[in-house]
Protein backbone atom coordinates (compact mmCIF):
# COMPACT_ATOMS: atom_id res chain seq x y z
CA UNK A 1 0.00 0.00 0.00
CA UNK A 2 1.94 3.30 -0.99
CA UNK A 3 0.18 5.24 1.38
CA UNK A 4 2.30 3.39 4.61
CA UNK A 5 5.89 4.19 5.32
CA UNK A 6 8.20 1.74 4.15
CA UNK A 7 10.50 2.09 7.38
CA UNK A 8 9.75 3.19 10.74
CA UNK A 9 11.50 6.40 10.04
CA UNK A 10 8.92 8.45 7.90
CA UNK A 11 6.09 10.01 9.99
CA UNK A 12 2.71 9.98 8.58
CA UNK A 13 -0.16 12.48 9.70
CA UNK A 14 -3.37 11.47 10.93
CA UNK A 15 -5.42 11.55 7.86
CA UNK A 16 -2.94 9.20 5.80
CA UNK A 17 -3.03 7.17 8.84
CA UNK A 18 -6.94 6.57 8.69
CA UNK A 19 -7.12 6.78 4.97
CA UNK A 20 -4.97 3.38 5.22
CA UNK A 21 -6.73 1.98 7.71
CA UNK A 22 -10.01 2.61 5.60
CA UNK A 23 -8.37 1.08 2.64
CA UNK A 24 -7.01 -1.91 4.28
CA UNK A 25 -10.62 -2.58 6.17
CA UNK A 26 -12.43 -2.18 2.99
CA UNK A 27 -10.35 -3.74 0.43
CA UNK A 28 -9.70 -7.21 2.77
CA UNK A 29 -13.27 -7.39 4.51
CA UNK A 30 -16.17 -7.86 1.85
CA UNK A 31 -19.82 -8.09 2.29
CA UNK A 32 -20.65 -9.06 5.48
CA UNK A 33 -23.46 -10.62 7.95
CA UNK A 34 -23.82 -9.55 11.81
CA UNK A 35 -25.78 -10.32 14.70
CA UNK A 36 -26.30 -8.36 17.56
CA UNK A 37 -28.53 -6.15 19.97
CA UNK A 38 -29.22 -2.45 18.83
CA UNK A 39 -28.21 0.11 21.49
CA UNK A 40 -27.74 4.06 21.33
CA UNK A 41 -30.01 4.05 18.44
CA UNK A 42 -30.51 7.91 16.45
CA UNK A 43 -31.79 8.96 13.94
CA UNK A 44 -31.70 13.01 13.46
CA UNK A 45 -33.06 15.25 10.52
CA UNK A 46 -30.89 14.07 7.73
CA UNK A 47 -32.57 10.92 8.16
CA UNK A 48 -29.71 8.70 8.48
CA UNK A 49 -29.52 5.70 11.31
CA UNK A 50 -26.75 5.40 13.84
CA UNK A 51 -26.37 2.68 16.63
CA UNK A 52 -24.81 0.58 18.35
CA UNK A 53 -24.68 -3.43 17.70
CA UNK A 54 -23.69 -5.52 20.94
CA UNK A 55 -23.22 -8.86 22.21
CA UNK A 56 -22.09 -9.81 25.59
CA UNK A 57 -18.81 -9.23 25.31
CA UNK A 58 -17.90 -6.23 22.24
CA UNK A 59 -19.49 -3.94 20.24
CA UNK A 60 -19.21 -2.28 16.78
CA UNK A 61 -20.46 1.16 15.89
CA UNK A 62 -22.82 1.25 12.88
CA UNK A 63 -24.53 3.55 10.39
CA UNK A 64 -27.19 3.09 7.81
CA UNK A 65 -28.14 5.63 5.33
CA UNK A 66 -31.02 7.35 4.18
CA UNK A 67 -31.35 5.46 1.13
CA UNK A 68 -31.06 2.26 2.74
CA UNK A 69 -33.55 2.15 5.42
CA UNK A 70 -36.21 3.57 3.83
CA UNK A 71 -36.61 -0.01 2.25
CA UNK A 72 -36.65 -1.35 5.55
CA UNK A 73 -39.98 -2.66 6.93
CA UNK A 74 -39.49 -1.68 10.71
CA UNK A 75 -38.21 0.98 13.17
CA UNK A 76 -35.41 -0.41 15.02
CA UNK A 77 -35.65 0.12 18.71
CA UNK A 78 -32.78 -0.10 21.77
CA UNK A 79 -32.10 -3.80 22.67
CA UNK A 80 -33.45 -5.29 19.45
CA UNK A 81 -31.98 -8.19 18.45
CA UNK A 82 -31.39 -7.82 14.42
CA UNK A 83 -28.98 -9.21 11.64
CA UNK A 84 -27.14 -6.45 9.73
CA UNK A 85 -25.66 -6.94 6.10
CA UNK A 86 -22.81 -4.38 5.40
CA UNK A 87 -19.62 -3.30 4.88
CA UNK A 88 -16.40 -3.00 7.09
CA UNK A 89 -15.44 1.18 7.25
CA UNK A 90 -13.64 4.15 9.01
CA UNK A 91 -14.86 7.18 9.45
CA UNK A 92 -11.68 8.82 8.92
CA UNK A 93 -12.50 12.55 10.99
CA UNK A 94 -12.97 10.79 14.03
CA UNK A 95 -10.49 7.70 13.58
CA UNK A 96 -13.64 5.41 14.57
CA UNK A 97 -14.16 1.90 12.91
CA UNK A 98 -17.49 0.89 12.10
CA UNK A 99 -20.17 -1.02 9.93
CA UNK A 100 -22.05 0.27 7.15
CA UNK A 101 -25.10 -0.83 6.92
CA UNK A 102 -27.19 -1.99 3.54
CA UNK A 103 -30.18 -4.20 4.82
CA UNK A 104 -31.76 -4.61 8.06
CA UNK A 105 -33.59 -7.65 9.12
CA UNK A 106 -35.05 -9.02 12.64
CA UNK A 107 -32.65 -11.60 14.28
CA UNK A 108 -33.87 -15.70 13.85
CA UNK A 109 -36.44 -16.79 11.56
CA UNK A 110 -36.99 -12.87 10.77
CA UNK A 111 -40.10 -10.66 10.61
CA UNK A 112 -40.16 -11.31 6.46
CA UNK A 113 -39.79 -14.82 7.16
CA UNK A 114 -42.87 -15.27 9.26
CA UNK A 115 -44.77 -13.50 7.38
CA UNK A 116 -43.88 -15.79 4.36
CA UNK A 117 -44.64 -18.78 6.04
CA UNK A 118 -48.08 -17.47 7.18
CA UNK A 119 -49.57 -16.12 4.53
CA UNK A 120 -48.22 -19.22 2.52
CA UNK A 121 -49.98 -21.75 4.90
CA UNK A 122 -52.99 -19.51 4.72
CA UNK A 123 -53.05 -19.63 0.81
CA UNK A 124 -52.64 -23.41 0.96
CA UNK A 125 -55.34 -24.17 3.27
CA UNK A 126 -57.58 -22.23 0.72
CA UNK A 127 -56.60 -24.43 -2.18
CA UNK A 128 -54.72 -21.30 -3.88
CA UNK A 129 -52.26 -23.83 -4.96
CA UNK A 130 -54.03 -26.43 -6.10
CA UNK A 131 -52.77 -28.42 -9.31
CA UNK A 132 -56.48 -28.99 -10.48
CA UNK A 133 -56.69 -24.88 -10.36
CA UNK A 134 -53.88 -24.17 -12.83
CA UNK A 135 -54.70 -23.32 -16.39
CA UNK A 136 -52.83 -24.68 -19.38
CA UNK A 137 -50.45 -22.97 -21.00
CA UNK A 138 -50.65 -21.80 -25.04
CA UNK A 139 -48.25 -23.63 -27.31
CA UNK A 140 -48.06 -21.23 -29.38
CA UNK A 141 -49.07 -17.78 -28.13
CA UNK A 142 -50.08 -14.78 -30.68
CA UNK A 143 -49.87 -12.28 -28.14
CA UNK A 144 -47.62 -12.33 -24.41
CA UNK A 145 -48.20 -9.77 -21.86
CA UNK A 146 -44.89 -9.33 -20.17
CA UNK A 147 -45.48 -7.60 -16.31
CA UNK A 148 -42.41 -6.36 -15.13
CA UNK A 149 -39.39 -3.43 -14.75
CA UNK A 150 -38.78 -2.40 -17.97
CA UNK A 151 -35.22 -1.23 -17.13
CA UNK A 152 -34.31 -4.28 -15.26
CA UNK A 153 -32.17 -7.26 -16.63
CA UNK A 154 -34.63 -9.83 -16.28
CA UNK A 155 -36.71 -7.93 -19.45
CA UNK A 156 -33.50 -7.81 -21.64
CA UNK A 157 -33.18 -11.75 -21.08
CA UNK A 158 -36.61 -12.90 -21.63
CA UNK A 159 -36.51 -10.21 -25.28
CA UNK A 160 -33.20 -11.77 -25.98
CA UNK A 161 -34.58 -15.42 -25.50
CA UNK A 162 -37.48 -14.66 -27.39
CA UNK A 163 -36.25 -13.10 -30.67
CA UNK A 164 -33.24 -15.65 -31.21
CA UNK A 165 -36.38 -18.64 -30.17
CA UNK A 166 -39.55 -17.37 -32.31
CA UNK A 167 -39.92 -13.70 -32.81
CA UNK A 168 -43.12 -13.74 -34.31
CA UNK A 169 -44.89 -13.76 -31.25
CA UNK A 170 -46.15 -10.13 -30.54
CA UNK A 171 -44.96 -8.76 -26.90
CA UNK A 172 -46.93 -6.05 -25.07
CA UNK A 173 -44.82 -5.02 -21.83
CA UNK A 174 -46.90 -3.46 -18.49
CA UNK A 175 -44.14 -1.52 -16.52
CA UNK A 176 -44.43 -2.00 -13.37
CA UNK A 177 -42.30 -1.21 -9.94
CA UNK A 178 -41.14 -4.43 -8.96
CA UNK A 179 -40.13 -3.40 -5.56
CA UNK A 180 -40.74 -0.87 -2.91
CA UNK A 181 -44.46 0.38 -1.26
CA UNK A 182 -46.00 1.05 -4.39
CA UNK A 183 -44.95 -1.97 -6.56
CA UNK A 184 -47.59 -5.10 -5.58
CA UNK A 185 -50.65 -2.18 -6.47
CA UNK A 186 -48.79 -2.00 -9.40
CA UNK A 187 -48.53 -5.30 -10.08
CA UNK A 188 -52.66 -6.00 -9.03
CA UNK A 189 -53.45 -3.35 -11.69
CA UNK A 190 -51.67 -4.94 -14.59
CA UNK A 191 -52.84 -7.51 -13.91
CA UNK A 192 -56.41 -6.45 -13.96
CA UNK A 193 -55.74 -4.71 -17.34
CA UNK A 194 -53.54 -7.78 -19.52
CA UNK A 195 -56.90 -9.64 -18.17
CA UNK A 196 -59.85 -6.95 -19.45
CA UNK A 197 -57.76 -6.43 -22.74
CA UNK A 198 -59.95 -7.35 -25.71
CA UNK A 199 -57.45 -6.18 -28.67
CA UNK A 200 -57.56 -4.00 -31.35
CA UNK A 201 -57.81 -4.46 -35.57
CA UNK A 202 -53.48 -4.51 -35.39
CA UNK A 203 -53.28 -6.46 -31.84
CA UNK A 204 -54.83 -10.00 -30.60
CA UNK A 205 -56.24 -10.36 -26.75
CA UNK A 206 -53.57 -11.53 -24.61
CA UNK A 207 -53.01 -15.50 -24.36
CA UNK A 208 -50.76 -15.46 -21.42
CA UNK A 209 -49.33 -13.43 -18.78
CA UNK A 210 -45.58 -13.94 -17.85
CA UNK A 211 -44.92 -12.09 -14.39
CA UNK A 212 -41.05 -11.83 -13.68
CA UNK A 213 -38.31 -9.63 -12.29
CA UNK A 214 -34.29 -10.22 -11.99
CA UNK A 215 -33.09 -11.70 -8.38
CA UNK A 216 -32.38 -10.10 -5.17
CA UNK A 217 -32.79 -10.44 -1.41
CA UNK A 218 -36.09 -11.82 0.71
CA UNK A 219 -36.49 -7.62 1.04
CA UNK A 220 -36.51 -6.89 -2.23
CA UNK A 221 -38.30 -9.65 -3.70
CA UNK A 222 -41.04 -9.40 -0.99
CA UNK A 223 -43.80 -7.52 -3.24
CA UNK A 224 -44.21 -11.02 -5.00
CA UNK A 225 -45.32 -12.38 -1.43
CA UNK A 226 -48.17 -10.21 -0.12
CA UNK A 227 -51.46 -11.29 -0.91
CA UNK A 228 -52.82 -8.99 -3.28
CA UNK A 229 -50.42 -10.50 -5.53
CA UNK A 230 -51.23 -13.86 -5.10
CA UNK A 231 -55.07 -13.39 -5.53
CA UNK A 232 -54.61 -11.26 -8.42
CA UNK A 233 -52.49 -14.37 -10.09
CA UNK A 234 -55.28 -17.03 -9.19
CA UNK A 235 -57.85 -14.44 -9.99
CA UNK A 236 -56.39 -13.97 -13.34
CA UNK A 237 -58.27 -15.51 -16.27
CA UNK A 238 -55.79 -15.49 -18.49
CA UNK A 239 -52.51 -18.54 -17.74
CA UNK A 240 -49.72 -16.76 -15.67
CA UNK A 241 -46.05 -18.11 -15.61
CA UNK A 242 -43.77 -16.55 -12.75
CA UNK A 243 -40.16 -15.93 -13.06
CA UNK A 244 -39.11 -14.58 -9.74
CA UNK A 245 -35.26 -14.43 -9.22
CA UNK A 246 -33.00 -16.90 -9.84
CA UNK A 247 -33.35 -20.91 -9.35
CA UNK A 248 -32.93 -21.09 -5.63
CA UNK A 249 -36.00 -17.98 -4.91
CA UNK A 250 -39.05 -18.87 -3.83
CA UNK A 251 -42.40 -16.45 -3.77
CA UNK A 252 -45.58 -17.23 -2.69
CA UNK A 253 -46.51 -15.91 -6.65
CA UNK A 254 -44.22 -18.69 -7.62
CA UNK A 255 -46.98 -21.04 -5.88
CA UNK A 256 -50.37 -19.39 -7.24
CA UNK A 257 -48.99 -19.06 -10.63
CA UNK A 258 -50.12 -21.52 -13.21
CA UNK A 259 -46.50 -22.37 -14.30
CA UNK A 260 -43.09 -21.61 -12.50
CA UNK A 261 -39.77 -21.02 -14.33
CA UNK A 262 -36.41 -20.54 -12.56
CA UNK A 263 -34.92 -17.68 -14.06
CA UNK A 264 -36.51 -15.11 -16.45
CA UNK A 265 -34.59 -17.20 -19.55
CA UNK A 266 -36.06 -20.57 -18.51
CA UNK A 267 -39.83 -18.62 -18.69
CA UNK A 268 -38.99 -17.28 -22.07
CA UNK A 269 -38.19 -20.66 -23.30
CA UNK A 270 -40.97 -22.35 -21.61
CA UNK A 271 -43.65 -20.11 -23.44
CA UNK A 272 -41.89 -19.63 -27.08
CA UNK A 273 -42.05 -22.80 -29.55
CA UNK A 274 -38.00 -23.02 -31.01
CA UNK A 275 -38.89 -21.83 -34.48
CA UNK A 276 -36.20 -23.89 -36.61
CA UNK A 277 -37.79 -27.10 -35.48
CA UNK A 278 -41.74 -25.70 -36.00
CA UNK A 279 -39.71 -24.75 -39.75
CA UNK A 280 -38.30 -28.15 -39.85
CA UNK A 281 -41.75 -30.03 -38.96
CA UNK A 282 -43.63 -27.85 -42.23
CA UNK A 283 -40.69 -29.04 -44.63
CA UNK A 284 -41.68 -32.39 -43.53
CA UNK A 285 -45.90 -32.26 -44.14
CA UNK A 286 -44.34 -30.30 -47.53
CA UNK A 287 -42.68 -32.94 -48.43
CA UNK A 288 -45.36 -35.94 -47.12
CA UNK A 289 -48.28 -33.92 -48.71
CA UNK A 290 -46.14 -34.11 -52.45
CA UNK A 291 -45.05 -37.62 -51.85
CA UNK A 292 -48.82 -38.48 -51.08
CA UNK A 293 -50.35 -36.19 -54.15
CA UNK A 294 -48.11 -37.57 -56.66
CA UNK A 295 -48.91 -41.56 -55.21
CA UNK A 296 -52.63 -40.74 -55.61
CA UNK A 297 -52.14 -39.26 -58.93
CA UNK A 298 -50.30 -42.34 -60.27
CA UNK A 299 -52.67 -44.51 -58.67
CA UNK A 300 -55.56 -42.29 -60.94
CA UNK A 301 -53.69 -42.38 -63.46
CA UNK A 302 -52.66 -46.05 -63.67
CA UNK A 303 -56.50 -46.97 -63.27
CA UNK A 304 -57.78 -44.55 -66.22
CA UNK A 305 -54.80 -46.65 -68.16
CA UNK A 306 -56.64 -50.12 -66.89
CA UNK A 307 -60.06 -48.67 -68.27
CA UNK A 308 -59.37 -47.58 -71.16
CA UNK A 309 -58.02 -50.61 -72.38
CA UNK A 310 -61.11 -52.39 -71.52
CA UNK A 311 -63.51 -49.73 -72.80
CA UNK A 312 -64.99 -50.36 -76.19
CA UNK A 313 -65.51 -47.35 -78.56
CA UNK A 314 -69.62 -46.67 -78.45
CA UNK A 315 -69.55 -46.43 -82.07
CA UNK A 316 -68.27 -50.29 -82.75
CA UNK A 317 -71.32 -51.26 -80.40
CA UNK A 318 -73.77 -48.57 -82.62
CA UNK A 319 -72.67 -50.25 -85.80
CA UNK A 320 -72.91 -53.90 -84.34
CA UNK A 321 -77.30 -52.75 -83.09
CA UNK A 322 -77.11 -51.47 -86.83
CA UNK A 323 -75.96 -54.75 -88.13
CA UNK A 324 -78.65 -56.59 -85.88
CA UNK A 325 -81.26 -54.29 -86.60
CA UNK A 326 -81.49 -54.72 -90.41
CA UNK A 327 -80.67 -58.48 -89.80
CA UNK A 328 -83.79 -58.54 -87.64
CA UNK A 329 -85.72 -56.40 -90.60
CA UNK A 330 -85.01 -58.76 -92.76
CA UNK A 331 -85.83 -61.93 -91.17
CA UNK A 332 -88.79 -60.18 -89.89
CA UNK A 333 -89.93 -59.37 -93.77
CA UNK A 334 -89.75 -62.48 -94.77
CA UNK A 335 -91.63 -64.45 -91.62
CA UNK A 336 -94.53 -61.63 -92.36
CA UNK A 337 -94.37 -62.29 -96.36
CA UNK A 338 -94.69 -65.84 -95.89
CA UNK A 339 -97.52 -65.60 -93.44
CA UNK A 340 -99.43 -62.87 -95.47
CA UNK A 341 -99.00 -65.46 -98.29
CA UNK A 342 -101.15 -68.02 -97.10
CA UNK A 343 -104.21 -65.75 -96.29
CA UNK A 344 -103.58 -64.60 -99.94
CA UNK A 345 -104.34 -60.60 -98.36
CA UNK A 346 -102.39 -58.35 -100.07
CA UNK A 347 -104.19 -54.98 -98.75
CA UNK A 348 -102.98 -56.18 -95.61
CA UNK A 349 -99.40 -56.77 -96.55
CA UNK A 350 -98.64 -53.53 -97.62
CA UNK A 351 -99.86 -51.76 -94.63
CA UNK A 352 -97.77 -54.23 -92.26
CA UNK A 353 -94.86 -53.79 -94.24
CA UNK A 354 -95.10 -49.95 -94.35
CA UNK A 355 -95.47 -49.68 -90.45
CA UNK A 356 -92.57 -52.51 -90.31
CA UNK A 357 -90.41 -49.60 -92.55
CA UNK A 358 -91.08 -47.12 -90.50
CA UNK A 359 -90.70 -48.23 -86.55
CA UNK A 360 -87.30 -49.70 -88.27
CA UNK A 361 -86.51 -45.83 -89.63
CA UNK A 362 -87.69 -44.58 -85.96
CA UNK A 363 -85.23 -46.96 -84.35
CA UNK A 364 -82.46 -45.66 -86.89
CA UNK A 365 -82.72 -42.04 -86.28
CA UNK A 366 -82.64 -42.69 -82.50
CA UNK A 367 -79.02 -44.45 -82.97
CA UNK A 368 -77.85 -41.62 -85.04
CA UNK A 369 -79.22 -39.03 -82.68
CA UNK A 370 -77.16 -41.16 -80.12
CA UNK A 371 -74.02 -41.22 -82.32
CA UNK A 372 -73.64 -37.81 -82.76
CA UNK A 373 -73.03 -37.08 -78.66
CA UNK A 374 -70.61 -39.24 -78.71
CA UNK A 375 -66.86 -38.64 -77.59
CA UNK A 376 -63.45 -40.61 -78.14
CA UNK A 377 -63.08 -42.36 -74.30
CA UNK A 378 -58.70 -41.40 -75.32
CA UNK A 379 -60.06 -37.98 -75.70
CA UNK A 380 -61.98 -37.74 -72.43
CA UNK A 381 -58.99 -39.51 -70.48
CA UNK A 382 -56.04 -36.88 -72.20
CA UNK A 383 -58.38 -33.92 -71.02
CA UNK A 384 -59.13 -35.46 -67.46
CA UNK A 385 -54.95 -36.13 -67.15
CA UNK A 386 -54.21 -32.61 -68.34
CA UNK A 387 -56.39 -30.99 -65.67
CA UNK A 388 -54.47 -32.92 -63.15
CA UNK A 389 -51.43 -31.98 -64.17
CA UNK A 390 -52.24 -28.70 -64.19
CA UNK A 391 -53.85 -28.75 -60.45
CA UNK A 392 -50.51 -30.35 -59.38
CA UNK A 393 -48.94 -27.57 -60.82
CA UNK A 394 -51.10 -24.80 -59.32
CA UNK A 395 -50.92 -26.31 -55.77
CA UNK A 396 -47.44 -26.58 -55.71
CA UNK A 397 -47.09 -23.10 -56.96
CA UNK A 398 -49.23 -22.26 -54.13
CA UNK A 399 -47.77 -24.02 -51.56
CA UNK A 400 -44.34 -21.85 -52.64
CA UNK A 401 -46.11 -18.90 -52.31
CA UNK A 402 -47.68 -19.24 -49.08
CA UNK A 403 -44.26 -20.23 -47.56
CA UNK A 404 -43.06 -17.12 -48.62
CA UNK A 405 -45.46 -15.31 -47.22
CA UNK A 406 -45.29 -16.89 -44.35
CA UNK A 407 -41.10 -16.34 -43.78
CA UNK A 408 -41.54 -12.29 -45.33
CA UNK A 409 -43.86 -12.10 -42.30
CA UNK A 410 -41.59 -13.89 -39.59
CA UNK A 411 -39.03 -11.18 -40.79
CA UNK A 412 -41.00 -8.66 -40.42
CA UNK A 413 -42.29 -9.50 -36.71
CA UNK A 414 -38.43 -9.63 -35.93
CA UNK A 415 -38.00 -5.84 -37.63
CA UNK A 416 -40.64 -4.81 -35.42
CA UNK A 417 -39.75 -6.90 -32.41
CA UNK A 418 -36.23 -5.02 -32.69
CA UNK A 419 -37.42 -1.95 -33.25
CA UNK A 420 -39.19 -1.90 -29.60
CA UNK A 421 -36.65 -3.56 -27.84
CA UNK A 422 -35.36 -1.46 -25.10
CA UNK A 423 -31.83 -2.39 -26.14
CA UNK A 424 -32.48 -0.11 -29.10
CA UNK A 425 -32.27 3.15 -27.24
CA UNK A 426 -28.52 2.06 -26.51
CA UNK A 427 -27.89 1.50 -30.10
CA UNK A 428 -28.24 5.63 -30.52
CA UNK A 429 -25.91 6.62 -28.52
CA UNK A 430 -27.25 6.74 -25.02
CA UNK A 431 -26.59 5.45 -21.55
CA UNK A 432 -28.33 3.90 -18.80
CA UNK A 433 -27.26 4.59 -15.51
CA UNK A 434 -27.83 3.01 -12.28
CA UNK A 435 -26.53 2.55 -8.81
CA UNK A 436 -23.26 0.58 -8.51
CA UNK A 437 -24.38 -0.91 -4.71
CA UNK A 438 -27.90 -2.52 -6.19
CA UNK A 439 -27.50 -3.08 -9.97
CA UNK A 440 -31.09 -2.49 -10.79
CA UNK A 441 -32.12 1.01 -9.60
CA UNK A 442 -32.17 3.08 -12.10
CA UNK A 443 -30.89 6.83 -11.70
CA UNK A 444 -33.20 9.13 -12.67
CA UNK A 445 -31.98 12.17 -10.11
CA UNK A 446 -28.98 13.41 -9.81
CA UNK A 447 -30.41 14.78 -6.17
CA UNK A 448 -30.64 10.98 -5.49
CA UNK A 449 -26.74 10.74 -5.40
CA UNK A 450 -24.22 11.81 -2.74
CA UNK A 451 -20.36 12.40 -3.50
CA UNK A 452 -18.15 9.41 -3.49
CA UNK A 453 -21.40 7.29 -5.12
CA UNK A 454 -20.21 4.51 -7.07
CA UNK A 455 -22.52 4.33 -10.45
CA UNK A 456 -22.97 1.79 -13.35
CA UNK A 457 -23.03 3.09 -16.71
CA UNK A 458 -24.59 0.75 -19.64
CA UNK A 459 -23.64 1.32 -22.87
CA UNK A 460 -24.40 0.53 -26.39
CA UNK A 461 -20.96 -1.85 -26.06
CA UNK A 462 -20.09 -2.75 -22.50
CA UNK A 463 -20.30 -0.72 -19.47
CA UNK A 464 -18.57 0.80 -16.94
CA UNK A 465 -18.42 2.20 -13.34
CA UNK A 466 -17.74 5.83 -12.11
CA UNK A 467 -17.56 7.57 -8.93
CA UNK A 468 -19.70 10.72 -8.73
CA UNK A 469 -16.97 13.59 -8.10
CA UNK A 470 -19.51 16.43 -8.33
CA UNK A 471 -23.27 17.01 -9.01
CA UNK A 472 -25.21 19.78 -10.78
CA UNK A 473 -28.84 20.38 -10.59
CA UNK A 474 -31.09 22.56 -12.27
CA UNK A 475 -32.20 25.83 -10.44
CA UNK A 476 -36.08 26.52 -10.01
CA UNK A 477 -35.95 29.04 -12.92
CA UNK A 478 -34.27 26.50 -15.28
CA UNK A 479 -36.04 24.09 -17.37
CA UNK A 480 -36.27 20.79 -15.93
CA UNK A 481 -35.35 18.55 -19.45
CA UNK A 482 -32.08 20.65 -19.70
CA UNK A 483 -28.91 19.14 -19.86
CA UNK A 484 -26.46 20.31 -17.17
Known amino acids: MSSLPQSNREILSVADLNRAARQLLEREFAMLYVEGEISNFTRPSSGHWYFTLKDSSAQIRCAMFRN ?39 AGDGALRRAFDKLKSQLLAEGLFAAETKKAIPKLPEHLCIITS ?11 VMGRRFPGINITILPVAVQGDDSPAQIVRALALANEYTGTDQD ?40 VGHETDVSIADFVADLRAPTPSAAAELISPDASEWLQAFKRYE ?36 QRLDDLELRLRGSFRHYLGQFRLPQYQARLVRAMQRQAERARARLALASTGLQEPGQIISQHQQRVTYLSQRLARQMRQTMEQRQRQLAHSADKLNTV ?27 SLAIGDLVDTRLKRGRFEARVTAIALPDATSNPGEIL
Open 68 to 106: RNQAIRFTPANGQQVILRGKISLYEGRGEYQLLAEFLEE
Open 150 to 160: PTGAAIRDVLQ
Open 204 to 243: SPFDVILLTRGGGSLEDLWSFNTEPVARAIHASRLPVVCA
Open 287 to 322: RLLLNQMSAGIGQQRRNLQHLSQRMRHPGQRLQDFH
Open 421 to 447: SPLATLQRGYAIVSRADTGTQIVRDAA
